[in-house]
Structure formats: structure tokens, C-alpha cells
């Protein structure tokens, strides 16, 4: 069992950047897939980006490639997302999701652990 929670999230101006962290409790995090996942008002959750479990590779969505990274402290059993560049539309609740299966899997919202999310907004 894996709980995962959120934190790092609040208000900036467009421009400005952000680093959320979501802390994981369970030893075994240290071997799961991650990825942070954000949701938009009155829109659908959409994938961000993704992390394998040894950290040795990293995918993104189109809109925040070059402007956000992911990365991970398996020591910590945290996983980071650095936000930079920050767009009004990037504007979400943000989640961490992870789990054991494939990174795919995890990619498509399919994983079995999510934390509760942590609001960013971004104003104009």
C-alpha cells in the first residue's frame, strides 16, 4: 500500500515558476512508476509527465516539454515536479499518481495509488 501526497502548489505570476513534491509513504515506492497528472476547471485530467522507477527515463506532454521536469529522490520516496515558464493554462490541480505496473500504464491514468492534489495557478 502506497499513500501519496501533494504540496508545492499555489499562486504565480505568468513567467514564474513552481516545484511540486509528492511524498510517498510504503518502502516499495522505490520501485513504482510515477507521474503527476493535472486537471483543469471544467476540463478532463490529462497526463503531465512520468518518471520510471530508477529514474532513468523521463516523458512529458507536448505543452510542457522544455519548460517542466520531472525527477526523483528514491532515498526520500519523493517525486518532483520543477515548473518553470509557468503559462496561465497550466492553471490545474495537480496529482502524483504511481504504482508498480508498467509506465505506460501509469502514463494513461491507470495506476492504482493518487494523492489528493495541490491547486497551481497561474495568473496573467
Known amino acids: 500500500q502506497v499513500q501519496l501526497v501533494e504540496s508545492g502548489g499555489g499562486l504565480v505570476q505568468a513567467g514564474g515558476s513552481l516545484r511540486l513534491s509528492c511524498a510517498a509513504s510504503?518502502?516499495?515506492?522505490?520501485?513504482?512508476?510515477a507521474g503527476w497528472f493535472r486537471q483543469a476547471p471544467g476540463k478532463e485530467r490529462e497526463f503531465v509527465a512520468a518518471?520510471?522507477?530508477?529514474?532513468?527515463?523521463?516523458y512529458y506532454t507536448d505543452s510542457v516539454k522544455g519548460r517542466f521536469t520531472i525527477s526523483r529522490d528514491n532515498a526520500k520516496n519523493t517525486v518532483s515536479l520543477q515548473m518553470n515558464s509557468l503559462k496561465p493554462e497550466d492553471t490545474a490541480v495537480y496529482y502524483c499518481?504511481?504504482?508498480?505496473?508498467?509506465?505506460?500504464?501509469?502514463?494513461?491514468?491507470?495506476?492504482?495509488?493518487w494523492g489528493k492534489g495541490t491547486l497551481v495557478t497561474v495568473s496573467s
Open positions: 499518481a504511481a504504482d508498480n505496473k508498467a509506465l505506460r500504464t501509469v502514463a494513461a491514468g491507470r495506476s492504482d495509488y
Open positions: 510504503g518502502r516499495a515506492f522505490s520501485h513504482y512508476n
Open positions: 518518471i520510471t522507477w530508477t529514474g532513468g527515463s523521463t
